[in-house]
């Protein structure tokens, strides 16, 4: 069948469509042989032969989902250039080559996806998929009525501004707060620009869902297969 390269790479689980966009646009690709840099190539994936720093790239059979409890400490990256841990260190006994689905902060922790899945992974990275991200944060003092309101128009961040999120305190522990954050889009460090905006910076951050999928008592660290009802609900997003 003949398909677009990037998606091909995407769904032999290389990377997230548009991070093959920037593979294929470095020169890391090669078609039967020779280096393509046109992101609308098309090839048969049934007979031609796609190399990726060198290696053959193949369709995996099989598409694995896993939720990770990611510790903070982690890099969310395949490999960092620091030598840092990753989270791919987590999930060591994964042997089918998962991507992380979008990111978390190096001190943040919490719910991560991973999937070989690539056009799973596109879809739910993608902008315009507004999925809700739900967060757990201690913010140094407590925001008032106004702070709250301001969340909800959306705030003016250094990329912009945000789309309209969500922030509820659960608990008040004097010098901190215990805060429930949703936001729907994924920009860089986008809850920790949110909280410094309104002058009550996150001390700590942790993901709990991501839409309907919650993090659970996963224990940190850990990581488990997602269930059946739940593939199926990310793929219906
Ligand atoms: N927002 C942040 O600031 N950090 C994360 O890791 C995720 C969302």
Redesign the pocket.
Known sequence: MEVRLQKFLAEAGIASRRKAEELILAGKVKVNGVTVTELGTKIDDKKDEVLYNGKRVTLSEKHVYIMLNKPSGFVTTVKDQFNRPTVMDLIKGVKERVVPVGR??YD?SGLLLLTNDGELTYKLTHPSKKVEKT?IAKLFGRPDDKNIQEFRRGIMIDTGMTQPAKLEILEDLGKYCVCKITITEGKN????KMCDAIKHPVAT?Q?VGTGEIELGDLKKGAYRYLTEKEIKYLKSL
């Open positions: 978390l902060d943040t967060y460090r986008q809850v920790r951050l993901r």
